[in-house]
């Protein structure tokens, strides 16, 4: 796993903010200012044991104008690859991380008229960040953010302090009815220049992706970030081939090894970050034959295009895909 831009940090802060939530403030190792990053950035953190590392992608969730620090914040997953457990139990108040720069594949569309923000679960993180800058530019929007219990809801004090109060809504699922987030009245209509940004657990997203869908909402208003996603074999998955479109050489992918990990063996190198079809750092021109794509990251229309995959977790509908290497 390669990451893009190093950086040294270190831990200058460390919180509980909820149950199973933990923050981390960073500050630049030696003291400088961090690069600048915009709403919805994440950085790539690297952690756990040095001779096997593991590399997460966490959304920085403070205010988009400090450059002093970036905070991120991460649910503990007993069942998840270890990534989190490492940042639970092993990251400490001055321990020193590499991070990448931050990079931003869930932007704020600064031309929208209105913006309607939901979050569920720790996806607070990146719309926390996008709040954040909406109440600092005056523009028009709603936040309603829906957890599963007021003790698992982080950044609670600080939404309920924040400027942008008014404009957020939280919801809980353990709370009576009247409170809760109805998905299908909320997103009945799509308005003209509203934009929806959605982030948290696969089934919350589904649904409002979902919803906003059905309901006629233009791709081009939805703005989503998947995490955490399980990519599981499917049943049927079968060998196939991949041709370097430069130098014209085949490589076989076998049944139970990615296009990546088929690519590495033969010497062929793809940049990737997390490895689970959610981030686009490994994005690959297709020239010819028909992915099987596997990923949470491009939009319906961009698969249907087939003009490119995702190589670390997508395969193959025809016996070859040739690719733009
Ligand atoms: Fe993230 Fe492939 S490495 S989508």
Not at 110 to 138: Q, S, V, Y
Not at 205 to 220: I, Q, S, Y
């Amino acid at each position: 796993m390669s990451v893009a831009g190093a950086l040294r940090v270190r831990v200058a802060g460390k919180r509980a903010e909820a149950a199973g939530i933990c923050s981390f403030e960073l500050v630049e190792a030696e003291g400088r200012p961090l690069p600048s990053f915009s709403a919805g950035s994440h950085v790539d953190v690297t952690v756990g044991d040095p001779a096997n590392p593991i590399t997460r992608q966490y959304s920085l969730c403070n205010d988009p104008a400090e450059s002093h620090r970036y905070l991120i914040a991460v649910l503990h997953d007993p069942a998840g690859r270890g990534g989190s457990a490492a940042m639970h139990e092993r990251v400490q108040v001055g321990d020193v991380l590499t991070i990448s720069a931050p990079k931003n594949h869930f932007a704020l569309a600064h031309d929208a008229k209105r913006h309607l923000l939901l979050a569920g679960g720790i996806g607070i993180t990146p719309i926390l960040c996008m709040a954040e800058r909406l109440a600092a530019t005056g523009a028009e929007f709603e936040l309603h953010y829906c957890t599963r219990s007021r003790e698992r809801t982080a950044f609670a004090e600080r939404i309920a302090a924040s400027a942008f109060a008014p404009k957020a809504a939280l919801h809980f699922d353990d709370g009576p009815a009247g409170q809760k987030f109805d998905i299908g009245a909320r997103l009945a209509k799509p308005q003209a220049g509203e934009h929806l940004y959605v982030c948290g657990p696969k089934g919350f997203m589904d649904a409002v992706l979902g919803t906003a869908r059905a309901n006629g909402w233009p791709e081009a208003q939805l703005h989503y970030e998947f995490f955490a996603a399980e990519l599981a074999p499917v049943a049927g998955d079968a060998s196939f081939e991949v041709q370097i479109a430069s130098s014209g050489r085949i490589v076989v992918v076998p049944k139970d090894k990615t296009v990546v990990q088929a690519l590495a063996a033969a010497g062929v190198e793809v940049q990737t970050s997390c490895e689970q079809g959610v981030c686009g750092t490994c994005i690959t021109r297709v020239l010819a034959g028909t992915p099987d794509h596997r990923d949470l990251y491009f939009t319906p229309e961009e698969h249907a295009a087939n003009d490119q995959f995702t190589p670390c977790c997508s395969r193959s509908k025809s016996a070859r895909l040739v690719l733009d290497l």
